[in-house]
C-alpha cells in the first residue's frame, strides 16, 4: 500500500533528520516537510497526509493547535506527536485529538522506527479493508443488475420459482409496491449505448426495475407513486428518459406505457399493452398509453382482446404456432360472423401479425413487419394473404432454430458449472451461445424441467458443500467463493435447498468425516 506522510517542524535539522530515518526504514511512503503549523494546515488540504508527525512546541500556532485544525476538516489523517516535554497535560491534550501515539526529542532511529512502523501498519489495515468493502460494494452492484435484468426477464416472459422470486426481490434497492406497470423504450438503431444511461435514470428516480435490451426494445417496471396520479407519473418519467438520453442526430426514442397492474403475474399483460402502445411510432409526443388507444380507436373488438389476454404473444415465444394460426382465423372468422368491415378486419389481422412479428424480434428473429397486405376483395383472400404472412414468420422461426447445434444446452449447463461462481445473467449467456434470453428460458423448462435460476444456484450449493469439507474456510469465505456476496443471503438460500443452515451442514458433515477417520483407525 502506498501511504503519505508530513513531518512538521520549525527545526530543518529535526525534519531532515526524522525523514532520513523513515526514508531509509520505509520504501513506500512519500514524504514532505512544513516548518510550522500554519503551513501544515494548508499542506493537509493539498498533500492530503496518511500520517503527519507533529512537534508540539513551534512559534506561532502550536502543533496541538494545528492538530484540531486540521481534524476538523480531514478525520482520517493520523497524528504522531513529537515533543521534547513529556508532560502530562501535553498528553491529555493529544489523547482528547485522537494522536495515534508521541516521540520524545531526541529518540533513537529504532524508537522513530517502531512508533512510526505501528501506525503505519494500522494505517494499512484500513486501506486494505476499505479497497476490499469497494470490490465488494462493487461486486453487490453487479450481483443487482444480473439480479434485476432476470427478474425482469422472468417476470415479463416466463416464470421465477416462488422461493427464489421473494428472495431476489428481497435483494433490489427499489422496492415494490401494490401497483405497477410497464413502459416499453424503443430506442433508434444503433442507440444501445442510451441503456445505460436510461437505467441510471430510473435508479436515480428509484422508480422501477429495467431489464435487458431485446432488439431495440427496453422493458422497464415502473412502481405506483401514490403521490402522483398513474398519467402525471407516467409522462413525466417518459419525458424524463427522452429528453436525458442523448440519442444520435436525428435519431429518436419513443416509449410505449402500459395499463396498471396489481399483481407480479399480470406484468405480462401490462407489457402486451405497452407493446402495442409502440405500435405507432408517429406521434408527436414520443410516448403513448395503451389506455388512449382503446379511446382513439375501435381496432380492437372483444375477440381479439379476449385472445390476447390468453397470452397471444406467448404462443408465439414457445413455437406454439397452430394455436397462433388459429387465434387469426378464429378473428377473422368472427369479424366476418358480425359483418363487420373488411378493411376494418384487415387491419385488426396486421394488429395481430405486428405483435408476432415484435416477439419474434424479441427473440432475435429478424423478420420484416407485416405493415400492409396486397388488395383484399373478400374474406377468403384474407384469409389466404394472412395465411402466407404466418407461414413466413414460421419459416424464419424454423430456420432460425434449426441452425442451433443439438448441445447447446450441453454447452450452457457446463458453461454456468464452470462459471458458476461469476455473475451469469440470461443476458450473458445468450451472447455466449448466440440465443435470446427468452429462448434459454424456455429450452431449460422443456429439456430440463428446471428454471434457469434454480439451475445456477443448485450448481452454487453443491459447490458450497464440497467446500464445506474443507474446515479452514469460513462460511464468509465460501459464500464469495460460489459466487455470493452477502452472507445472509447465501445462508437463506442454503437453508432453502438443504433444509439445514450452512453452519448445520458442515457439522454434520465434519462430525461423519470424524466418524470415518475413527472407523478406519480401529481398522
Same mark, same amino acid.
Given at each position: 500500500?502506498?501511504?503519505k506522510?508530513?513531518?512538521?517542524?520549525?527545526?530543518?535539522?529535526?525534519?531532515?533528520?526524522?525523514e532520513?530515518?523513515?526514508?531509509?526504514?520505509?520504501?513506500?511512503?512519500?514524504?514532505?516537510?512544513?516548518?510550522?503549523?500554519?503551513?501544515?494546515v494548508?499542506?493537509?488540504?493539498?498533500?492530503?497526509?496518511?500520517?503527519?508527525l507533529?512537534?508540539?512546541?513551534?512559534?506561532?500556532?502550536?502543533?496541538?493547535?494545528a492538530?484540531?485544525?486540521?481534524?476538523?476538516?480531514?478525520t482520517?489523517?493520523?497524528?504522531?506527536?513529537?515533543?521534547a516535554?513529556d508532560? $502530562?497535560?501535553?498528553a491529555?491534550?493529544?489523547?482528547?485529538?485522537?494522536?495515534?501515539?508521541y516521540?520524545?526529542?531526541?529518540?533513537?532511529?529504532?524508537?522513530?522506527?517502531?512508533?512510526?512502523?505501528?501506525?503505519?501498519k494500522?494505517?494499512?489495515?484500513?486501506?486494505?479493508?476499505?479497497v476490499?468493502? *469497494?470490490?465488494?460494494?462493487?461486486?453487490?452492484?453487479?450481483?443487482?443488475?444480473?439480479?434485476e435484468?432476470?427478474?425482469?426477464?422472468?417476470?415479463?416472459?416466463d416464470?421465477?420459482?416462488?422461493?427464489?422470486?421473494?428472495?431476489?426481490?428481497?435483494?433490489?434497492?427499489?422496492?415494490?409496491?401494490?401497483?405497477m406497470?410497464?413502459i416499453?423504450?424503443?430506442?433508434?438503431?444503433?442507440?444501445?449505448?442510451?441503456?445505460r444511461?436510461?437505467?441510471?435514470?430510473v435508479?436515480?428516480?428509484?422508480?422501477?426495475?429495467?431489464?435487458?435490451m431485446?432488439?431495440?426494445?427496453?422493458?422497464?417496471?415502473?412502481?405506483?407513486? +401514490?403521490?402522483?396520479?398513474?398519467?402525471?407519473?407516467?409522462?413525466?418519467?417518459?419525458?424524463?428518459?427522452?429528453?436525458?438520453?442523448?440519442?444520435?442526430?436525428?435519431?429518436?426514442?419513443?416509449?410505449?406505457?402500459?395499463?396498471?397492474?396489481?399483481a407480479?403475474?399480470q406484468?405480462?399483460?401490462?407489457?402486451?399493452?405497452?407493446?402495442?402502445?409502440?405500435?405507432?411510432?408517429?406521434?408527436?409526443?414520443?410516448?403513448? +398509453?395503451y389506455?388512449?388507444?382503446?379511446l382513439?380507436?375501435?381496432?380492437?373488438?372483444?375477440? +381479439?382482446?379476449?385472445?390476447?389476454?390468453?397470452?397471444?404473444?406467448?404462443?408465439?415465444r414457445?413455437?406454439h404456432? *397452430?394455436?397462433?394460426?388459429?387465434?387469426v382465423?378464429?378473428?377473422?372468422?368472427?369479424?366476418?360472423?358480425?359483418?363487420?368491415?373488411l378493411?376494418?378486419?384487415q387491419?385488426?389481422?396486421l394488429?395481430?401479425?405486428?405483435i408476432?412479428s415484435?416477439?419474434?424480434?424479441?427473440?432475435?428473429?429478424?423478420?420484416?413487419?407485416?405493415?400492409? $397486405?396486397?388488395k383484399?376483395?373478400?374474406?377468403?383472400?384474407l384469409? $389466404?394473404?394472412?395465411?402466407?404472412?404466418?407461414d413466413?414468420?414460421?419459416?424464419?422461426?424454423?430456420?432460425?432454430?434449426d441452425?442451433?447445434?443439438?448441445?447447446?444446452?450441453?454447452?450452457?449447463?457446463?458453461?454456468? $458449472?464452470?462459471?458458476?461462481?461469476?455473475e451469469i445473467s440470461l443476458e450473458a449467456l445468450?451472447?455466449?451461445?448466440?440465443?435470446?434470453?427468452?429462448?434459454?428460458?424456455?429450452?431449460?423448462?422443456?429439456?430440463?424441467?428446471?428454471?434457469?435460476?434454480?439451475f445456477?444456484t443448485?450448481?452454487?450449493?453443491e459447490?458450497?458443500?464440497?467446500?464445506?469439507s474443507?474446515?479452514?474456510?469460513?462460511?464468509?469465505?465460501?459464500?464469495?467463493?460460489?459466487?455470493?456476496?452477502?452472507? *445472509?443471503? +447465501?445462508?437463506k438460500?442454503?437453508?432453502?435447498?438443504?433444509h439445514?443452515?450452512?453452519?448445520?451442514?458442515?457439522?454434520?458433515?465434519?462430525?461423519k468425516?470424524?466418524?470415518?477417520?475413527?472407523?478406519d483407525?480401529?481398522?
Amino acid at each position: 500500500m502506498y501511504v503519505k506522510l508530513l513531518i512538521v517542524d520549525d527545526e530543518q535539522i529535526e525534519r531532515e533528520g526524522m525523514e532520513a530515518i523513515l526514508q531509509k526504514a520505509f520504501a513506500n511512503v512519500e514524504i514532505k516537510q512544513a516548518k510550522n503549523g500554519r503551513l501544515a494546515v494548508e499542506m493537509a488540504g493539498e498533500f492530503q497526509p496518511d500520517l503527519i508527525l507533529m512537534d508540539i512546541k513551534m512559534p506561532g500556532m502550536t502543533g496541538l493547535e494545528a492538530i484540531q485544525l486540521i481534524r476538523e476538516q480531514f478525520t482520517q489523517i493520523k497524528f504522531i506527536m513529537v515533543t521534547a516535554f513529556d508532560t $502530562f497535560e501535553f498528553a491529555r491534550q493529544a489523547i482528547k485529538l485522537g494522536v495515534k501515539d508521541y516521540l520524545l526529542k531526541p529518540s533513537k532511529a529504532t524508537e522513530i522506527v517502531d512508533t512510526v512502523g505501528r501506525v503505519l501498519k494500522e494505517i494499512e489495515a484500513e486501506q486494505h479493508a476499505f479497497v476490499l468493502q *469497494n470490490v465488494q460494494q462493487n461486486a453487490l452492484k453487479k450481483t443487482l443488475s444480473v439480479v434485476e435484468t432476470d427478474v425482469v426477464t422472468q417476470l415479463l416472459f416466463d416464470h421465477v420459482h416462488e422461493i427464489h422470486l421473494d428472495m431476489l426481490v428481497e435483494m433490489l434497492e427499489i422496492p415494490m409496491t401494490k401497483e405497477m406497470f410497464v413502459i416499453i423504450v424503443l430506442l433508434p438503431t444503433g442507440s444501445e449505448k442510451n441503456y445505460r444511461e436510461i437505467k441510471n435514470i430510473v435508479r436515480d428516480t428509484r422508480t422501477g426495475w429495467v431489464g435487458p435490451m431485446y432488439g431495440n426494445q427496453l422493458p422497464i417496471i415502473v412502481f405506483r407513486d +401514490f403521490k402522483k396520479s398513474f398519467r402525471s407519473q407516467a409522462i413525466n418519467l417518459a419525458r424524463q428518459i427522452l429528453s436525458s438520453a442523448k440519442f444520435d442526430i436525428g435519431a429518436e426514442g419513443f416509449i410505449g406505457i402500459g395499463s396498471v397492474c396489481s399483481a407480479l403475474d399480470q406484468l405480462k399483460q401490462s407489457y402486451q399493452d405497452a407493446l402495442i402502445a409502440t405500435m405507432d411510432t408517429t406521434m408527436s409526443s414520443r410516448y403513448r +398509453f395503451y389506455s388512449d388507444i382503446a379511446l382513439q380507436d375501435e381496432l380492437y373488438n372483444e375477440y +381479439f382482446v379476449k385472445h390476447r389476454q390468453k397470452e397471444f404473444s406467448d404462443h408465439i415465444r414457445i413455437g406454439h404456432w *397452430n394455436q397462433v394460426r388459429l387465434d387469426v382465423i378464429n378473428l377473422i372468422q368472427y369479424s366476418e360472423s358480425e359483418g363487420k368491415d373488411l378493411v376494418q378486419t384487415q387491419q385488426q389481422v396486421l394488429e395481430a401479425l405486428w405483435i408476432a412479428s415484435r416477439v419474434l424480434n424479441e427473440l432475435g428473429i429478424e423478420i420484416e413487419i407485416p405493415l400492409y $397486405f396486397s388488395k383484399v376483395n373478400d374474406y377468403r383472400q384474407l384469409r $389466404f394473404e394472412a395465411g402466407k404472412l404466418l407461414d413466413q414468420m414460421i419459416k424464419a422461426y424454423l430456420d432460425h432454430y434449426d441452425r442451433i447445434e443439438a448441445d447447446t444446452i450441453h454447452q450452457i449447463k457446463q458453461y454456468i $458449472f464452470d462459471h458458476s461462481n461469476q455473475e451469469i445473467s440470461l443476458e450473458a449467456l445468450g451472447r455466449k451461445v448466440g440465443l435470446s434470453p427468452i429462448y434459454i428460458s424456455k429450452m431449460f423448462k422443456e429439456k430440463l424441467g428446471i428454471n434457469y435460476i434454480d439451475f445456477l444456484t443448485e450448481c452454487r450449493i453443491e459447490k458450497a458443500k464440497r467446500l464445506m469439507s474443507d474446515p479452514q474456510k469460513s462460511i464468509k469465505e465460501i459464500t464469495f467463493e460460489v459466487g455470493y456476496h452477502e452472507p *445472509n443471503y +447465501f445462508s437463506k438460500v442454503f437453508k432453502k435447498m438443504c433444509h439445514v443452515s450452512p453452519k448445520e451442514y458442515r457439522k454434520t458433515l465434519l462430525g461423519k468425516k470424524d466418524e470415518w477417520v475413527t472407523r478406519d483407525l480401529k481398522k
